[in-house]
């Protein structure tokens, strides 16, 4: 055999392959400068943030705007009954679980003023944390750009203001849901006192989200129960194989097809793509691997689908 000697040029190289075999430590993405990592990101922030806050302001002077007749009667007459002493489900009966009576009974007895205008008053709150709980969540996974669009779906797309403001138990359940998934999200980053009482602000969250409707409490507690279950509150995860992905898509499947039995018999087909649309992009999303692209060409292509979307539904 012939022996292979090493000049000092085989020698650098060999050292340089070694280097670039080695592990890296990653970048310490919180030690970097916002200013550095993300140059004008706090401009786009301030943009959304701006905007979400004009849609807001435009349903805050349509407060007086408009009236629905049925429900807003509905739950005037039963919170001005609360307020005169009566109990539900003993003097009167009731749809819903008694939190949102309560808390609609607090409000005539404080302010004294329109009762329809107090009732509205309770949607818009419940509107105000549903779109900042929405943007605190999806901000820490993607650019302000992008963040802010299931905050504007909510306002624009499923808000029906001034047709009707909808003074159902759902907006409030629906913000308390997103503030607990938020605190849910937070729990791999504490520790010690401050996770016990993320623990128990989730806990009294899901209690609440019960009280002020009944199947919204359901869902969220199990939600948290499995979530728990599957990751851990340190969400570390678990792996990923080709069975659990088909077990995914075939649930993804049994939910479009029950979702569409369900509405399809009372909504014509432009609002069952309104419903649907949505669920299945959330579903194959959550499923499928995916990049959301932080270039500038990547959010105009985003948002040029969204407006499509949008003028589809139209």
Same mark, same amino acid.
């Given at each position: ?8 040029? @085989? ?10 075999? /080695? %592990? ?12 550095? !990592?993300?140059?004008? !990101? ?55 679980? %008694? ?20 009732? &509205? ?52 359940? /629906? ?53 728990? /279950? ?15 992905? &088909? ?16 509405? @399809? ?16 992009? /959330? ?7 995916? @990049? ?20 589809? @539904?139209?």
């Amino acid at each position: 055999m012939s022996e292979v000697i090493l000049t000092p040029a @085989h020698d650098d190289d060999s050292r340089r392959l070694i280097r670039g075999l /080695a %592990p890296r430590p990653f970048p310490n993405v919180a030690a970097t400068p916002t200013s550095e !990592r993300r140059p004008g !990101r706090r401009r786009e922030e301030f943009a959304v943030l701006f905007c979400l806050v004009l849609v807001l302001c435009a349903e805050l002077m349509l407060v007086r705007v408009g009236l629905d007749a049925a429900d807003e009667g509905y739950f005037i007459e039963q919170a001005t009954r609360v307020v005169r002493g009566q109990l539900p489900y003993r003097d009167f009966d009731s749809l819903y679980t %008694p939190a949102l009576l309560y808390v609609h009974a607090a409000i005539l007895r404080v302010f004294l003023g329109s009762p329809l205008v107090d009732l &509205r008053t309770v949607g818009l709150l419940a509107r105000l944390v549903i779109v900042g709980g929405l943007y605190l969540v999806c901000r820490p996974l993607v650019r302000p750009a992008i963040a802010w669009l299931p905050s504007l779906f909510v306002l624009v797309a499923l808000d029906r203001v001034p047709a009707t403001w909808e003074p159902h138990p759902g907006w409030p359940s /629906a913000a308390l849901t997103i503030v607990a998934v938020w605190a849910y999200a937070r729990l791999p980053s504490t520790n010690g006192f401050r996770r016990n009482v993320l623990l128990v602000a989730i806990g009294a969250g899901a209690a609440l989200v019960f009280a002020f409707k009944q199947n919204a409490g359901v869902l969220l507690g199990l939600a948290l129960v499995v979530s728990t /279950a599957w990751i851990g509150i340190e969400g570390k995860g678990t792996q990923v194989t080709r069975g659990l992905r &088909r077990v995914q898509l075939l649930l993804l499947i049994v939910v479009i097809v029950t979702t569409t039995w369900l509405v @399809h018999p009372h909504a014509s087909r432009s609002t069952l793509a309104y419903f649907s649309v949505p669920l299945i992009a /959330a579903g194959v999303s959550a499923i499928l691997p995916a @990049h959301v692209s932080g270039t500038r060409r990547g959010v105009w292509a985003g948002w040029g689908w969204a407006g499509a979307s949008l003028a589809c @539904h139209g």
